[in-house]
T-cell receptor, first 115, second 112 residues
Framework: GAGVSQTPSNKVTEKGKYVELRCDPI?????LYWYRQSLGQGPEFLIY????????DSGLPNDRFFAVRPEGSVSTLKIQRTERGDSAVYLC?????????????FGSGTRLTVV | GENVEQHPSTLSVQEGDSAVIKCTYS??????FPWYKQELGKRPQLIID?????GEKKDQRIAVTLNKTAKHFSLHITETQPEDSAVYFC???????????FGTGTRLQVTL
């Protein structure tokens, strides 16, 4: 597609439930990133994929968070046993360069609200 | 890891005036510094970036300067317009440069 596409745009879930957030990067972009942005804050790194593999997952806050990119294109961020503190906008970005030094193109994000 | 500090947190200028936002970083190996603009409810958008082999870069009314010795870089917006009102974030690469550390943001308000 023309840009990074994220679905759903909004997700409201109950505490303790499981959610999946989807990211469809720009066609041909090998690098894919997930960030989380809390209200009034800058984006915080979660995980980076180069192709199908997670090259850096040091930003995932705990083992409730997991992400996959099985075919090197679409990625899914999975959150188990959601907590109210997980409420944030989850941003996906992609880049044509492996190291991302050409800057990211962010998607519109998924606003997750845990009630 | 990288530590990025951004100032000021809010900035109000009159239309036509200049605005300057400053960031400092901690990792002397960092070599790429992007700036993002985020309008309310929208995605961050890359507006300008600079690499460590130059000290300044301009794009119309926007410029970024880099001082590697002092480890700070600044965003300059001249002839500000109401549509420049947004939150601006600086960022610097961390570790292997596979990820960015963002500043805390500057809310710029351009008044008529």
């Amino acid at each position: 597609g023309a840009g990074v596409s994220q679905t759903p745009s909004n997700k409201v879930t109950e505490k303790g439930k499981y959610v999946e957030l989807r990211c469809d990067p720009i066609s041909g972009h090998t690098a894919l990133y997930w960030y989380r942005q809390s209200l009034g804050q800058g984006p915080e790194f979660l995980i980076y994929f180069q192709g199908t593999g997670a090259a850096d997952d040091s930003g995932l806050p705990n083992d409730r968070f997991f992400a996959v990119r099985p075919e090197g294109s679409v990625s899914t961020l999975k959150i188990q046993r959601t907590e109210r503190g997980d409420s944030a906008v989850y941003l996906c970005a992609s880049s044509p360069q492996p190291t991302g030094l050409n800057g990211y193109t962010f998607g519109s994000g998924t606003r997750l609200t845990v009630v | 890891g990288e530590n990025v500090e951004q100032h000021p947190s809010t900035l109000s200028v009159q239309e036509g005036d200049s605005a300057v936002i400053k960031c400092t970083y901690s990792d002397s190996a960092s070599n790429y510094f992007p700036w993002y603009k985020q309008e309310l409810g929208k995605r961050p958008q890359l507006i300008i970036d600079i690499r460590s082999n130059v000290g300044e870069k301009k794009d119309q009314r926007i410029a970024v300067t880099l001082n590697k010795t002092a480890k700070h870089f600044s965003l300059h917006i001249t002839e500000t317009q109401p549509e420049d009102s947004a939150v601006y974030f600086c960022a610097a690469p961390t570790g292997t440069a596979s990820k960015l550390t963002f500043g805390t943001g500057t809310r710029l308000q351009v008044t008529l």
